[in-house]
């Protein structure tokens, strides 16, 4: 059973920054491509990053200067950097995963995530 926790979350003031994590298990966390989506309250989910099996990272314009996404194999860990923290990202933070696709001669990333965290709150209050 693939689990993926996150941690990290809390109140933080304007212009500050937290780092999360997201721990997974059950799954070889070197083949799955990874993402952090974000649900603020009212709004739909969005998508603000990702990263491939071999690190390649993008990211949403809205966080793309002040959000890093990495990951660690040897930890089976993914993490998100945010830095100067603004109102507007006060939502609910979700790590989400879906196994790399290989065909015959090539390996890509689904948009399409199997898996996914319970969430942790960040918020930044106005």
């Known amino acids: 059973q693939v689990q993926l926790v996150e941690s990290g979350g809390g109140s933080v003031q304007a212009g500050g920054s937290l780092r999360l994590s997201c721990v997974v298990s059950?799954?070889?966390?070197?083949?799955?491509?990874m993402a952090w989506f974000r649900q603020a309250s009212g709004k739909q989910r969005e998508w603000i990053t990702k990263?491939?099996?071999?690190?390649?990272?993008s990211s949403a314009e809205s966080v793309r200067r002040r959000f890093v996404i990495s990951r660690d194999h040897g930890k089976a860990t993914l993490y998100l950097q945010m830095n100067n923290l603004k109102p507007d990202d006060t939502a609910v933070y979700t790590c989400?995963?879906?196994?790399?696709?290989?065909?015959?001669?090539?390996?890509?990333?689904?948009?399409?995530?199997?898996?996914w965290g319970q969430g942790t709150q960040v918020t930044v209050p106005s």
């Open positions: 989400a995963a879906v196994p790399e696709s290989c065909g015959d001669s090539f390996c890509y990333c689904r948009d399409e995530y199997d898996y």
């Open positions: 059950g799954y070889a966390f070197s083949r799955l491509c």
């Open positions: 990263i491939t099996t071999s690190g390649t990272r």
